[in-house]
C-alpha cells in the first residue's frame, strides 16, 4: 500500500518538474505537408441519403406515409468525388440504378419493403467496387 502511495507521489511530482512547453512556438506548427480532411461533395451527399434512408426506413416499418423523394438525391450524378478519376462508366450506371431504385420505392403501386431492400442492394453493388469501407454500416439500413 506505501509502495502505491509513493509511486503516485512520485509520478505526480516528476510529471509536475517536467519543463512546460509553450504552445504557439514555431516547433508547433504542423508541417506543410499536413492535411486536414474533408468530405468531398459526393462524401457528404452519401451522408445526407444514409440518413434520409434511415427516416425513410422507419416510415416503411412503421407503415407511414413515405411523401415524395428527396429532390437532392438526385446530385449523385453531378457531385464532385473525392478522386474524380472515380466517375467512370460503372460508377455512372450504378449511380442511375440507384436513383431509378430510390424513386421505386416511392411508387404507391410497389411493395416499399421489397423495392427499399433493392435500393439498399444497389448502394452495396456499387460500394463493392468503388468504396467498400461503408458497407457494414449500409447493411444496417436493411428491412428484415
Request: charged share 25%; with cysteine.
Amino acid at each position: 500500500m506505501m509502495k502505491n502511495v509513493l509511486l503516485i507521489l512520485s509520478f505526480v511530482f516528476f510529471s509536475c518538474n517536467k519543463e512546460q512547453k509553450t504552445i504557439g512556438t514555431e516547433q508547433d506548427v504542423p508541417s506543410s505537408d499536413f492535411k486536414m480532411y474533408t468530405m468531398s461533395e459526393m462524401a457528404l451527399l452519401m451522408e445526407q441519403m444514409y440518413i434520409a434512408n434511415e427516416k425513410l426506413r422507419e416510415q416503411i416499418i412503421k407503415g407511414d406515409s413515405i411523401g415524395e423523394m428527396p429532390t437532392y438525391f438526385s446530385k449523385i450524378t453531378s457531385a464532385h468525388l473525392t478522386n474524380e478519376k472515380e466517375r467512370d462508366t460503372f460508377f455512372i450506371k450504378k449511380q442511375l440504378e440507384f436513383l431509378n431504385k430510390q424513386s421505386l420505392i416511392y411508387d404507391e403501386t410497389k411493395d416499399s419493403k421489397l423495392t427499399y431492400n433493392e435500393m439498399v442492394d444497389a448502394c452495396i453493388t456499387c460500394h463493392k467496387v468503388k468504396c467498400g469501407g461503408p458497407i457494414s454500416r449500409i447493411k444496417k439500413l436493411y428491412i428484415p
